[in-house]
């Protein structure tokens, strides 16, 4: 969640029960957020050992053959379905595949081919520049929280991971069963455990004896800001190290404005943003947001401001060597909810102390293992080299950095100079299967539940 929070404090390790107020004592919004975090906790993990990894009731999400002549197609029954806990919910009468919001090419189905279509569940986090209702108006139009928002994508894949086709369908008439026995889902994805999508360690404060790299930064280093801050470090492209790539923000990614339009790398903002924090300057890095991306989980161009127009609300933006930055008028940021996130790196930029990350070819920081990389005013982190197969780093994975002037430390597991390797702190995927569907000519000639279903108790 890329919010303005103080700490995410929440940890199903600790078995915590519930948040217990005291009175006369300070409220953070790390308690509340927690306090409903182990609710939430408690019921999907119920439900997930209640019905197993996925059920829905009735003919929620199933698979359906499209109207004759239809090709690359199919319907996506209304209902309700279940996903390791999780909720999702179709409200369409009748939804086709390709008209899902955040559809791309990427998920087409191909001909004369086998498909196993399955849905992706995640939360999606939401600000008062995506859903305009959090507002209130008895307090002059503020924003005083946002909303997580489960997210679905029905999607299809042909190919093994050893890039082999599914079996042919004639030849397989018990899908669930070879399913199961390549592995089911986490063949394709391996989304838990998290080791092997990276691990990420960091430091604030270092002793003479007890430096991670003494040759990196001095000892008696500490956490020299001047307020608290909750770093972001977040995988921008994803795969092994020396390509993936990643971006950091010291105030958890939530330095957001909206973009009124975008035409010719000129961004006309709706708002200039809440003051400093989110003024924006030359050599500041910015992502390009809208909901066609962020419904399919992925990330938006990078580009950097080159100059900046405060009275008219107008920055001027260079794209990425070798890419093109997109345009919206003012109908289509209106109606996709485009946005610009900044982040808080600056390459090229001299200053700070440490080993800088590399610029990357993509607009974010080179992504190095075993080497702490400085961020800055003493905090560092290292991404660590697995002991087996490489890491796979994903995008959109992000570990959350609380850095504390009292300690002037970072708040992270393990003794001072020793901190402990941490996975992802997500966002966490769901998956389950839907149907296998055979393709001929362009249209969908079979499909093969593999939904369970649910039948209520009498």
């Not at 953070?28 to 197993?52: C, F, K, W």
């Not at 790398?265 to 909901?291: M, S």
């Not at 992504?367 to 800055?376: H, M, Q, T």
């Not at 609380?402 to 393990?414: H, I, K, M, S």
């Amino acid at each position: 969640m890329r919010g303005d929070f103080s700490r995410d404090t929440f940890d199903p390790l600790r078995h915590y029960s519930r948040v217990l107020v005291q009175q006369g004592r300070l409220q953070m919004d790390a308690d509340d957020n927690e306090q409903s975090e182990i609710l939430l906790h408690y019921l999907r993990t119920l439900v997930s050992d209640l019905m197993g990894g996925s059920a829905g009731p009735g003919k929620g999400f199933e698979i359906q053959k499209p109207a004759a002549g239809v090709k690359f197609d199919f319907g996506i029954a209304p209902g309700r379905y279940y996903v390791d806990g999780v909720l999702c919910e179709n409200e369409a009468s009748a939804l086709a595949y390709t008209a899902q919001k955040g559809f791309s090419d990427d998920d087409a189905l191909p001909d004369s081919k086998r498909s196993l279509v399955f849905i992706d569940a995640w939360e999606r986090h939401l600000t008062a520049l995506d859903d305009d209702s959090m507002r209130d108006v008895a307090l002059g139009q503020a924003d005083t929280t946002t909303r997580a928002q489960i997210a679905w994508q029905v999607r299809a894949i042909s190919k093994l991971p050893d890039n082999t086709e599914l079996p042919a369908f004639a030849s397989t008439p018990d899908w669930r069963k070879w399913l199961n026995d390549v592995g089911g889902l986490a063949t394709w994805f391996g989304e838990w455990p998290p080791k092997a999508r990276g691990m990420l360690k960091a430091v604030g404060r270092t002793t003479g004896t007890a430096a991670p790299e003494p040759c990196v930064i001095s000892p008696e280093s500490r956490f020299r800001g001047l307020e608290n801050q909750l770093y972001r470090v977040e995988i921008h492209r994803g795969g092994e190290a020396g390509k993936a790539t990643f971006k950091w923000s010291r105030n958890n990614g939530s330095d957001v404005v909206a973009v009124k339009s975008l035409t010719g790398g000129i961004a006309t903002l709706a708002t200039w943003g809440r003051g400093d924090r989110e003024a924006f300057a030359p050599n500041d890095w910015v992502e390009i947001v809208e909901d066609g991306a962020a419904l399919r989980g992925n990330r938006g161009p990078l580009a950097m401001v080159v100059a900046t127009q405060p009275d008219d609300f107008t920055l001027t933006l260079k794209a990425v060597t070798g890419e093109t930055l997109p345009s919206f008028n003012d109908a289509d940021s209106a109606a996709k909810h485009v946005q610009l996130r900044r982040w808080d790196y600056r390459i090229g930029v001299p200053g700070g102390t440490g080993n800088k990350p590399k610029a990357a070819d993509d607009g974010a920081l080179v992504l190095e293992e075993d080497k702490w990389l400085s961020l800055e005013d003493g905090v560092q982190v290292m991404f660590t080299r697995s002991t087996g197969a490489p890491f796979v780093y994903r995008g959109s994975d992000y570990w959350t950095i609380p850095a504390r002037t009292a300690t002037g430390d970072v708040e992270w597991p393990g003794p001072v100079g020793a901190p402990e390797p941490r996975p992802p702190r997500g966002p966490r995927h769901f998956y389950a299967p839907l149907a296998v569907v055979n393709v001929v000519g362009g249209e969908v000639k079979d499909v093969a539940s593999l939904r369970n279903t649910l039948k209520p108790i009498l």
